[in-house]
Structure formats: structure tokens, C-alpha cells
């Protein structure tokens, strides 16, 4: 490809075809309950998300591609392509070739996608056609593609369905299509995806075997391909991989059936369980089939899990997955910090599976969940920098962790198993698409940034300006720029927890916001929105039955969660130092030091030091959890011990009897 | 082999050379501190440690040749010796197979020595001569015994020795060979040991290349081969493997190097690292090896490690191994209930190396953590009817744990990676080995067992029987048969933590009795010796550094730790319901329904139930940790939350703001 033809791909977004180019559009028939609003209707132009769009072009995603020439992924690829070279075998920890690194081109993909979506960008136009070419040319006559088992694995296509991850890969193929279809008009990766899943419905459609991919994904992606493309087999066999599963296919796998969610069919499982991806992926899955299909039991069924889950199985953090052995849910309330697993695709996942939740349903308390993942559990995942990550999101490390703790330390340019990064790229390049939606009624604003809104309201035009400092700051500003002349209703959601908020009209009084804001009114060019939520910090004492964290507090304030690191205690002491009363209150203060406008949290807390028979005094900082490990890495905790009236549980010292362990 | 071949092999015993039929026989120019007494010297007969070794001889074992027969392991080996049959491929949850079953074998084969030397029993040793014919007709000329290698490998050996586990097979039929020799004077076993220990001595000796196994486990052996041959290349191998390790031989692997202790030289390294029973079996061997070559440094490098894992990487129950994922150690102070790991067979590896130390030192505190394992981690690996396991044992098991949590249920009578049984079988089969040591002064008893003890002292014969119903009475008497006319010491060690514990000599005053009592005396037979241990119930809070029990405490009874498990409570009520106030008194009380003699706490404790807003009273029943799940395999705490003053943390049900996670 040429510069030329960069140039042209990008020119082409002013052509975009009408429909949205959104997320989890709609297809015919559907029954959900909001219409999202895609990329071209909802712009992030500054403050916090701004920030992070902005690092995520100019640095995130040139540092993939980089990662993805240097570390062969894309170059195993160029191989299938018959272009030459020597395939790249990164392995796991069992000494196993990963067979699915081409998802790792295919996420990036996608992610430029969306970002030639928000402006053309020459450079990483000329890099992402590279990339296209490479697949071009590595996808066969037959339309298979997975450089994996045509270069290393005898190119006999679903031989290995529990492990090999081919129909995962032609997921995230279809997935990068959709957003270059939809935010540029451009159909090469389309055709190559359409093609590729023609190959899965032969082997593995209705008049194929029966089969299912031991890691979700693909189900979600026929459905959109369908809604792309209006193709019924597609959403036939998004409908077929859902309901084969749970009846024993994958067999009993390394890990039992639950692994990977084969032990219960989709409709019937009461909780999630296994591989946290792979359920949440398969639930997002099963979300889009029941909603294009009208099947609500199943819709009924996902909600179940998800409401079973954040209440039982969550990190306050929004991460999940308790069990690194298996990347795993753990039971009920088992919610170790230390060894919390929360891999960063398991947020991004959730939040793909709360959004498509909150369509089909409306309710807020899924885009409260989306809020409370992306601001922590989520974002912790990337550095302020934009080029260092994290797999593994824990809550707590140890001061005192040795050096012989491998693999969980400092975040990482890259990862031989690289699933997170580009899925941060994608999922940072199209966060303005989960901001707001619409219905008959009117737009609905779930989270709050910076950002244009533009919909169709009533038969006309709607255009918003909403300006804010959230999540710094509570005040919400929306302007109404352009407005038909109907009444229709601006619906704003306030997260829950904070009683104080209040919202106010033009020059009219602030009342009380709870829960959703909704206001009915005529609108008109020049009306103002007020919106003051209230985000006062608190010291929340943890669940009684998460054993991990009894007698802990967590310091939050608004949707933020924070934590205290080694870096901003006085030497000689650590995290693990720190107890805090829960009757104080945290004082917030700025962090300018760590990022423009940050607010920590400043708050006292006591130490006992061995041998002295009452408390210190220990000044304590609080950052945002997300923002930890961002100057050198070292200890870190978000749940801090609660001080307690009784001196019973307090003064043994090593070797005193009283402590047995 | 018939059974007059039986026959005369248990009729061996009486005609064993001297020497004495011991574990870890100090050699020529040792510098440890006491000389065990071999199984013809101490002989348990009666009590709590004889009936676990009846069960042991009349069910587990025969057991244990049941299922080596049934899953096809001593079938391995009969098609290694051309014997005809089919390889059985167990597999690991990666999908790779098992290379080291052969030591299953090998550890029943070192039970069924000890054992024979407790008495004959022809059908046993029927069992042990089939499998000793069998392993006899598996080694190849040159030496190399491996069914794994042989049948399936290609035969070529050491070619994979980071995971190959060659070396450590042939170290435990080293141990096994020298338990029949030591016992029964039986070399069928020491033969085939010598030739496949100077077959790694050729590959990897002085004069063979630089190699060192994955899994450490001949190094001890090999000591002991010294020992028992006085052929010096075998300590000189031994020193060499544990020379060469740490210095980068074995590479990343999967973990890291510190997974099989290769990140620092072994007279370096200063804590324990990676997994468990790697390190334990490494440091036991580096005692042995310390100890016979004098070299003090590399001892005292042990005993730091030692000293650090039992104050910050221990549990209560003696239980090692804080992580499934490696099977490893975790930072200090990770010590989660729910998920230990702390595999059985570390528990007996925890065992062998304190063993090694208090011979090393004479220090009680590494008799302590013997008592402590034994009595609690480590029994809890077995049923009380003897052939049921646990591979892993936790301290926690939830009442909410779902069906999808997969290979931690119910004790299973064997495991597709055996190591733990047979460990447990040979482990309680030379159990008396572990009781009593003798030096110049005298005799130290360190283990309380209804037993005779029989040693040289002061150039005559000390006989002594010991009466005890411990660990369920305090009471110990220790009868004078037989005494040289010369003054020796009797020294009785005292568990740490009760300080009203008394010894009393004939019908003399009893006196405080503390830590050691040591009694120098011109004993002559028919003296009695009366040591009253007091064992009062304890309510022990969690260290306050240990994230995951915090707030919670432990119960426990002489050297007992309880638990509290589903079977014992009201209908409707959960183990996750319990809390206990700090200051109470548990009350002991009989649990013959659990086994005869067996001694139960019973105390008050309280139940908040959701939506009550004051706690009610719930009578809680605990047992001993090791004895859960013998009945229904349900729910289990070890830990037990603490009634706290605040109500702060405690009313907020589920959806309550105050519940983040």
C-alpha cells in the first residue's frame, strides 16, 4: 500500500455509511432497550478521558505496532503470507506455543480503526494498511486464516477447538473489520473477515459438526457481523456456538469443564465460573444473541450471573478473577488482594458485557458498574505514559515481597502473552461510544466527559456540549447547542452512593439528583444543564464475608479508588505500617505531581512500631489506584487495616506466643 | 518370588547389622549434635501413634499396592523391564505426562521396609517382592532405571532434566533401598540404587557435565547412600548438586529460577523460595551434606532460611506453600486459608529437614514445628480410616464454594500425581524414628508416643517405656526397665506456650517443667518419671500482619489446631456465620463419635443473621484440623472471626452502599 492509499482510507470516514459507527448497533428485530450512539455522534474533546484518548494515539498504539514487528507476532503472519521469515513461538507457562497471537494484530487493528475514526493520522494509516496487507495475503484460497496452524500446525483448520483459539482469532478479525467498515467506509478487512467466518459456519455451521471454541469470543463478533452485513448465517451460528455450549464438547480440559463454562448450557449456569474472559466474553456473547433474537430467557439468565457477580464475586476495584492458577472467578466472597488475579482484559471484558447489558435494559446500575471498572480496575492496566502494562491487577503487594516473586512485578512494555495491551488500544480508541445513548424518549448521558453528543431526537437534531473535570471534580456542565422544537427528555445518571448531588436548569434551583436525573422539557439552543454531583471521600469498612479484607478499609472518592504506595511514605516505613481509623475523613489534595489535576487524598493514620507500646502518628497519602506503580515500583495497598478499640489483637511481637502463625 | 522368599526377608530383622535401622545414620566425622535411634531402638505400641500406624500397615498400605497396580504405575514399570502392557500416561493440567511415577513405587516400597521391620507380614512383603522383581528387571545394564524415559522418552537419559525428574526418582529408590537393607538386611534394593546412582554419577558426576535435577531429592539420599556404603563418590555427588545449583544451570522455566531454587547459590539464598517441597528436600539434603562434610557456613544458611519460613511463610497447622499456581511459598506474610496449598508432601519434607536440624543442633524449636506439621498439617493429608488423601490442604473451605470449583473437594483415594500417599505411608511407617535421639550425656525424648526406647548410654543399655495419652492428655510416664549404673541425663522437651506444665521423679515434688526438662540422675530400673503437660484450650488472635486472617483467631489445644466444619452445626447455619468472642474459654469435650479418645472443643459463639440487628447466641463445636472432612465433605474454618466492639463494620447486608465489593 502507498501513502496515497492511507490517505484515501482515512478520506474516506466522510463517506461513512449511515447507521452509526457504534458498538453493538442494532439489528432488526431487537429487542433492546437504548440505541447507542457511535463514534461519529459522540466526541471526547478534553479533560480526563480527553487526556487518555490523546496518550493512547500518540504513544499507546505506536508502541504496539512497534511490539508487534519486534516481538515476530505480526511477522508470523508475514509467514503465513509466504513473505519469509521464522515464526515467532512465544510460550506459556507449561513451555506451550501460544496459538493465538495474531489477535494481537487484529486488536490493534481494531484500535486504529477507531482512532483514524477520530482524525486522519498518515503514519498510523501507513502502519495499520501494512498490517491488512500481511493478513491479505496470509488468508487462504478457502478463507481460513490462523498463522499458527498454517505455519507450525500442519494447516488442518479445527483440530485443536479446546486450545487453539482459532475461531477467538477470527472473532477479533471481525471485531477490527467492523470498526474499519463502520468509521471508514473501508471493506478490506471485512471481505477478509467475512470470508474467514464463511470457513467457520462450512466446518462448524448448521450443516457442519458440532463444535465450539474453548475460548469465547466469536459469538459476539458474528452477531455485529451480521448487523454489519444483514448476513442471517452469521447470527445463526452465533446462535449455534451459544447453545452447543454446556453439553460437554470441550470434554474435561486441564481445568475441569468450568473453565471454560462447557459444565452448564449458557441459558442455565446460575453463576459465572471458570476463565473470568472467557465467561464474560461468552456473556456478552449470549447478550447479543438474545437480544437480536428476542430471546429473553436468555438475556434473563446472563443477568443473573452478572448481578450474582458483582455482588459476590467483584473486586471494589471492578476487577475480576480471584485465582491466578486458572484465571479464575473464585468462590463467593473470596476476594484475596494480594493474589487477586483481575486481569485486564477481564475489565475491559466486563465493561463490553455491562454496556451491552445497560441496551438491552436500561438500568443503571450496569453503567454504575462500567464507571467503577474503567476508572480503576480497567486503567490500572496502562501506565500514565501510555507504554508500560499490567496483566495482573491486584490490590495489594507486599513491601517485604522478595525478589524470588516472579512475574507480578513492575509493569511491563509488553507481555508474551501481549492479550492485554491492544485491548486497552481499542478499548481507550472507542470509550466515547459507551458515554451515551438514546431512545424515543431522549438521550441518555451514563458517564461523564468532556465530549460533543449528537443524536436524533423526535424527528430532528440534537447537539450537546458537555464540559467537565469529573472525576476531579463533581460539576457537570451540559449545553444544549441545537434542539428540535419537541419535548424530549435529557436523562443524566448519578453513581450511587452519593446523596448530595443536585441538578439544576439554566438559572432555576439545584434539586436533588438520585440515581438518574431525568428532565422533560422543550429544549432550545442556549439551555444549560448543572449538574453538581457530590463526591465526597469516604472510608468504607469491607464486607463482613470477604474473609481476605476483614477488619480493612477502602478510601474512595466519586467513582475513584485509591490506594497508598511505598513512594509517598516517609523511609523506613511501609504500607503495611498504616492503620486508619474509619471515623476519619480523607482531606482531598492535588496530585499535580503525578498527573495534571489528580486529587489524592490526605488523611491520618497511626503505626505500631515492634517494641513500642502504643501508636504513632503516620501522615497517609492516598493516590488513585489506577495511578499506582507509575514511579518506581514497590508496595502498595488498597484495603488498610481498621484501627480497633481492642489491644487483644495488637502488640504480639515475632515469637510471642500468642502468634502461631 | 515366593512366599518362603517373604518370609525369610522379614526374618532378616532379626540378624540387622549394627548400625542401627534409623534415618539419617550420622557417618564418619559428622558434626551433628544427637544420634537418632533406629526402628529396632524405639518401638511405638499403643496410643494415639499406634493406632495411625496400625491403620497405616493394615489399610493404607495394602491400599497403596491396589492403586499402584489399578492406574497402571507398576505397570509402567513391568513394560520398562519387557514385561508386556500398556504405558499409562497421567497426565498434569497442562496435557503433560507425568515422568516421575515411578516414585510412587519407590516411597510404598520404602513404607513396606519399615514396616516389615515393625513385624512380618507375608502378604505384604508377597506385595513388596512382586514390585522389587519387577524394578530389578526395569534397570538397564548400564545402570539407568526410568519407565518414562525407557518406554516413552527414546531412552536417551538426562536429556530434559529441568523437568525430567530423574534424578529424583533414582533418590527415592535410593531411600528406599536403604530401608530395606537398614531393616530387614535385605540389598535386593540397594543393588539396583548403587548401580543407578553410579549411573548419574557418570553422567553428572566430577567427571560428567555440569547438570542438576529440576527437583532436588537425590542430594539426601545420596548422603545417606555414603552413609550406608561408606563409598565417598556419593557424598561427593550430592555436594556437587548442591554446589552447581543456583548458578543459572536450570534456566527460566516456567516460574522462573527460583521455582526450583536456582536464583542463588544454596549457602546464599536467604529465604525460602519458590516451590515448596523443591526447597524442602534441597535444604534437607544441604543439612546432610553440611553436617557430614563439616561445613558449617552452608548450615547456618539453612537455618536462617528455616527461621524466616517458620516466622513469616508458615501456617499455624505447619503447613508450607501459600500459592497454586507454582505450588510455591508466597511473599511473608501471604497466608490465605482458602487458597494454601500447603501440599502434604511439604508437610513431610517440613518434617525431614526440621528432623535433620534438630539432629544438626539439638535446638527443641525444630522439634516444636515437627509436633506442630505432624499433628496438623500433615495428618490432615489422610482419613481417619487411612485411605482417603488430600493433596492440598487448606485452612478454609467456603459453604458457598460452587460445583465449578474444581480439585479441591473431597479426600480422594489416590491422585493422578500420587506423590502425597505414599509420602504419608512412609512417613507414618518410620513415624518412632522421630521420637527420641540419644548423645553422650543421654537420652532425649522429643515426641511423646506410648512406646519402649531403647539406647546405649554411658556404655550400657537404657531401656525406657513411655505411657501416654497424648496429644489428648497431658500426662506422660516415663518407666525406667533397664539403666547403666553411671548418672545420664533424661530429657523430656516441653511444647512451647504452656507454662504450667510439671515433671515429677518417683514420688518426688513435681516442679516447673519448661521447654526442656532435664533430668541427670543415676537412673535405675523401676524409676518413674511423671511429665504432666498442661494443655489448656487457647483462643489465639491472628498475627497482626497477616493480611488474610486478620481479625480472626485460632483455636487450639496442646499441640491440636481445631476447625470448625459444617457436620457440627444446626441446620440453616453456615461455618462463614460464626464469630467468637476473644475472651472465651473452649471447653474440651469427648468426640468418640469422630474416633476413640479424641478430644473436641466446645465454646459459645455468636451468628449475625441478615436483616437481625442484634447477634445471636450459636454454640459452636470444634474438632481437630486434621480430623475434617472424614465425615460429609462440606464446609471447614480454621479461622474464626472475632466478635469486634464496633457495630461499624458489621450490619451492612448485601446492596448496602456501605458494601463495596
Not at 503495611?576 to 489535576?597: I, K, S, W
Request: net charge negative; charged share 20%.
Amino acid at each position: 500500500m502507498t501513502r496515497e492509499g492511507v490517505v484515501e482510507a482515512g478520506a474516506r470516514h466522510a463517506g461513512t455509511p449511515g447507521g452509526g459507527a457504534s458498538l453493538v448497533r442494532p439489528g432488526a428485530g431487537s429487542i433492546g432497550r437504548l440505541t447507542p450512539l457511535g463514534a461519529e455522534q459522540v466526541r471526547i474533546s478534553g479533560g480526563f478521558w480527553g487526556e487518555r484518548q490523546a496518550t493512547n494515539r500518540a504513544r499507546t498504539i505506536p508502541h504496539g505496532f512497534d511490539r508487534l514487528q519486534a516481538t515476530g507476532t505480526l511477522g508470523n503472519l508475514r509467514l503465513a503470507a509466504g513473505m519469509g521469515g521464522k515464526y515467532a513461538a512465544l510460550t506459556d507457562s507449561s513451555g506451550a506455543q501460544f496459538p493465538f497471537l495474531d489477535t494481537d494484530v487484529y486488536k490493534w487493528l481494531e484500535a486504529v480503526g477507531w482512532e483514524l475514526g477520530h482524525g486522519a493520522d498518515p503514519e498510523m494509516a501507513a502502519m495499520a494498511d501494512e498490517a491488512i496487507a500481511i493478513i491479505a495475503g496470509a488468508q487462504r484460497d478457502d478463507g481460513y486464516i490462523n498463522s499458527f496452524v498454517q505455519v507450525l500446525g500442519g494447516g488442518a483448520p479445527f483440530k485443536d477447538l479446546e486450545w487453539g483459539h482459532e475461531l477467538y482469532c477470527i472473532g477479533h478479525l471481525i471485531q477490527a473489520a467492523i470498526a474499519w467498515q463502520r468509521t471508514l467506509g473501508d471493506g478490506r478487512l471485512l471481505e477478509i473477515a467475512m470470508r474467514a467466518a464463511d470457513a467457520v459456519n462450512l466446518a462448524l455451521g448448521p450443516r457442519g459438526r458440532d463444535g465450539i471454541d474453548g475460548h469465547p469470543e466469536i459469538e459476539m463478533a458474528l452477531v455485529e457481523l451480521w448487523r454489519e452485513t444483514g448476513e442471517r448465517r452469521y447470527l445463526t451460528l452465533a446462535t449455534r456456538q451459544i447453545e452447543l455450549r454446556g453439553r460437554g464438547l470441550l470434554g474435561e480440559g486441564r481445568f475441569g469443564p468450568a473453565y471454560w463454562q462447557d459444565h452448564m448450557p449458557v441459558r442455565e449456569a446460575p453463576t459465572v465460573a471458570g476463565h473470568a474472559v472467557r465467561q464474560l466474553y461468552l456473556d456478552a456473547g449470549a447478550v447479543d444473541v438474545a437480544v437480536a433474537t428476542g430471546d429473553r430467557p436468555l438475556l434473563a439468565a446472563v443477568i443473573r450471573r452478572w448481578t450474582d457477580m458483582v455482588a459476590t464475586r467483584a473486586y471494589v476495584t471492578g476487577g475480576l478473577g480471584s485465582r491466578h492458577r486458572d484465571e479464575a472467578f473464585g468462590d463467593p466472597y473470596e476476594l484475596p488482594p494480594d493474589r487477586a488475579y483481575a486481569e485486564t482484559c477481564a475489565a475491559i471484558a466486563s465493561v463490553m458485557l455491562s454496556w451491552r447489558l445497560l441496551l438491552a435494559t436500561g438500568e443503571a446500575r450496569f453503567a454504575d458498574q462500567i464507571e467503577r471498572t474503567a476508572f480503576n480496575g480497567l486503567l490500572s492496566g496502562l501506565s500514565l505514559d501510555g507504554t508500560h502494562f499490567f496483566y495482573v491487577n491486584p490490590l495489594q503487594r507486599r513491601s517485604s515481597r522478595s525478589a524470588t516473586t516472579h512475574g507480578d512485578g513492575a509493569r511491563q512494555p509488553w507481555y508474551p502473552c501481549a492479550c492485554c495491551p491492544p485491548n486497552l488500544m481499542r478499548f481507550l480508541a472507542s470509550w466515547e461510544q459507551y458515554l451515551a445513548t438514546a431512545d424515543d424518549a431522549g438521550i441518555q448521558v451514563h458517564q461523564y466527559a468532556t465530549s460533543g453528543i449528537e443524536a436524533t431526537v423526535r424527528g430532528g437534531t440534537v447537539r450537546l456540549a458537555v464540559e467537565t473535570e469529573y472525576p476531579w471534580s463533581g460539576r457537570v456542565v451540559v449545553r444544549v447547542l441545537d434542539a428540535p422544537g419537541a419535548e424530549w427528555a435529557l436523562s443524566l445518571r448519578v453513581p450511587p452512593g452519593s446523596t448530595a448531588s443536585t441538578v439544576a436548569v439554566n438559572d432555576g434551583t439545584a434539586t436533588r439528583a438520585d440515581r438518574v436525573a431525568r428532565l422533560d422539557r422543550s429544549w432550545v439552543a442556549g439551555d444549560t444543564v448543572t449538574l453538581d454531583l457530590a463526591l465526597q471521600a469516604t472510608v468504607t469498612p469491607s464486607d463482613r464475608r470477604i474473609d481476605a479484607t476483614r477488619g480493612c478499609v477502602v478510601l474512595e472518592r466519586g467513582p475513584i479508588v485509591y490506594a497508598i504506595e511505598t513512594a509517598d511514605l516517609s523511609s523506613g516505613t511501609h504500607v503495611e505500617d498504616g492503620e486508619v481509623n474509619p471515623g476519619v475523613t480523607p482531606v482531598p489534595e492535588p496530585r499535580d505531581d503525578l498527573a495534571p489535576a489528580m486529587v489524592g487524598l490526605a488523611l491520618p493514620g497511626v503505626v505500631h512500631r515492634p517494641g513500642s507500646p502504643s501508636a504513632e502518628a503516620l501522615p497517609l497519602r492516598a493516590i488513585p489506584y489506577y495511578a499506582w506503580a507509575n514511579r518506581r515500583a514497590d508496595a502498595m495497598r488498597v484495603w488498610i487495616p481498621a484501627t480497633t478499640r481492642s489491644a487483644r489483637d495488637r502488640d504480639g511481637g515475632p515469637g510471642d506466643p500468642g502468634v502461631p502463625d
